[in-house]
């Protein structure tokens, strides 16, 4: 809504008022954020992260030495927080869903790194052989295919990280990773991984934006 | 770079801060609450335009001094007010599948304007 009385001081054509000027910057600001987030649209929650679990991610988050300035020519870099769905597990076996959207596997991100971090209860003086399977969904006949496996000695209580090589990073890259957690050698009476509220798996990923997003100016 | 103040018309930096809250992403994004986005206004005439300390970077103010010259020029002397410094911002979010994003983003808070 134009005000005829007054000019922009930038442009020189009729000034907005006061409150149409905030609505349009604001709008721009929202832009903005979508724009350099790679997002077409704002995210809406399906599924919200209880304050505990994210309290316990927030502090593996590596983000730069707090004061380091950014600088300008640095491409984008991210890191993710991925909460596992544990929907198909049971007492022997851990069975851990990671999903990453679409939009931003398919526009070019490179994980650089990942590892799983998960939380283990065991007896005192007991060690564990974990071995961990790491497979991907074979999107034509939605078999399951192992790529690799790690085995994990784990003899304390308490949360757990394994970094995850390039296979499982490929894996991360076409948008759903799976990984099977399975103790070996013992039987277990209970799973001795925990994925309560305050104890869910999670994976973090530090991603860079691809070749693809590079704009070179000449 | 001139914060604008008062009544000044010239080239300067607006302060203008974002409140996530206020414009309802409050659910997605977990942290900040908002930021200082700011942006420039104001107009350039020419003796500002060909100042190197307003203008956006000395080359800026010898090309626009040879504009300036060679045209007429619109009654603001050819020159704009724009962003000459500008701050990466850090956002943590959820993304579509409540996996929570750290994004550091280039450029997102204007901190100096300047005439180009």
Same mark, same amino acid.
């Given at each position: 809504?134009?005000?005829?009385?007054?000019?922009?001081?930038?442009?020189?054509?009729?000034?907005?008022?006061?409150?149409?000027?905030?609505?349009?910057?604001?709008?721009?600001?929202?832009?903005?954020?979508?724009?350099?987030?790679?997002?077409?649209?704002?995210?809406?929650?399906?599924?919200?992260?209880?304050?505990?679990?994210?309290?316990?991610?927030?502090?593996?988050?590596? /983000?730069?030495?707090?004061?380091?300035?950014?600088?300008?020519?640095?491409?984008?870099?991210?890191?993710?927080?991925?909460? !596992?769905?544990?929907?198909?597990?049971?007492?022997?076996?851990?069975?851990?869903?990671?999903?990453?959207?679409?939009?931003?596997?398919?526009? /070019?991100?490179?994980?650089?790194?990942?590892?799983?971090?998960?939380?283990?209860?065991?007896?005192?003086?007991?060690?564990?052989?974990?071995?961990?399977?790491?497979?991907?969904?074979?999107?034509?006949?939605?078999?399951?295919?192992?790529?690799?496996?790690?085995?994990?000695?784990?003899?304390?209580?308490?949360?757990?990280?394994?970094?995850?090589?390039?296979?499982?990073?490929? !894996?991360?890259?076409?948008?759903?990773?799976?990984?099977?957690?399975?103790?070996?050698?013992?039987? !277990?009476?209970?799973?001795?991984?925990?994925?309560?509220?305050?104890?869910?798996?999670?994976?973090?990923?530090?991603?860079?934006?691809?070749?693809?997003?590079?704009?070179?100016?000449? | 770079?001139?914060?604008?103040?008062?009544?000044?018309?010239?080239?300067?930096?607006?302060?203008?801060?974002?409140?996530?809250?206020?414009?309802?992403?409050?659910?997605?994004?977990?942290?900040?609450?908002?930021?200082?986005?700011?942006?420039?206004?104001?107009?350039?005439? *020419?003796?500002?335009?060909?100042?190197?300390?307003?203008?956006?970077?000395?080359?800026? #103010?010898?090309?626009?001094? *040879?504009?300036?010259?060679?045209? #007429?020029?619109?009654?603001?002397?050819?020159?704009?007010?724009?962003?000459? #410094?500008?701050?990466?911002?850090? *956002?943590?979010?959820?993304?579509?599948?409540?996996?929570?994003?750290? #994004?550091?983003?280039?450029?997102?808070?204007?901190?100096?304007?300047?005439?180009?």
């Amino acid at each position: 809504i134009s005000r005829a009385d007054s000019q922009c001081l930038a442009c020189g054509g009729p000034a907005l008022d006061l409150e149409s000027q905030r609505e349009l910057l604001l709008d721009l600001a929202k832009r903005s954020i979508l724009d350099k987030l790679h997002l077409s649209q704002r995210p809406t929650l399906s599924r919200p992260v209880s304050r505990a679990v994210l309290r316990n991610a927030l502090q593996c988050l590596h /983000g730069p030495p707090q004061g380091a300035l950014l600088e300008t020519d640095r491409t984008q870099e991210y890191e993710i927080i991925s909460f !596992a769905e544990t929907g198909l597990s049971n007492i022997n076996q851990t069975r851990l869903d990671f999903h990453f959207s679409p939009e931003r596997t398919a526009g /070019g991100m490179e994980i650089q790194q990942a590892s799983l971090m998960f939380f283990v209860q065991l007896l005192p003086n007991t060690t564990w052989t974990l071995k961990v399977r790491v497979l991907v969904l074979d999107p034509q006949d939605t078999n399951l295919t192992l790529i690799t496996q790690h085995l994990l000695e784990v003899d304390a209580s308490g949360w757990h990280q394994l970094f995850l090589g390039p296979e499982a990073q490929d !894996a991360c890259n076409q948008g759903h990773l799976i990984l099977e957690l399975v103790p070996e050698g013992q039987v !277990a009476q209970k799973s001795v991984i925990l994925d309560g509220a305050a104890h869910r798996p999670f994976m973090t990923a530090q991603v860079r934006v691809g070749s693809k997003h590079q704009v070179h100016r000449r | 770079g001139i914060e604008c103040q008062g009544g000044s018309r010239m080239c300067c930096r607006q302060e203008f801060f974002v409140d996530f809250r206020e414009i309802g992403w409050h659910d997605w994004i977990i942290q900040p609450e908002g930021y200082t986005m700011n942006f420039c206004t104001g107009q350039c005439p *020419l003796p500002v335009a060909g100042m190197p300390g307003i203008a956006a970077s000395f080359h800026t #103010a010898v090309l626009s001094l *040879l504009k300036a010259n060679s045209a #007429a020029g619109p009654a603001g002397g050819g020159s704009c007010c724009v962003p000459t #410094a500008r701050r990466p911002l850090s *956002l943590l979010y959820y993304d579509r599948d409540s996996n929570i994003v750290k #994004a550091d983003i280039p450029d997102m808070v204007v901190e100096a304007c300047g005439c180009s």
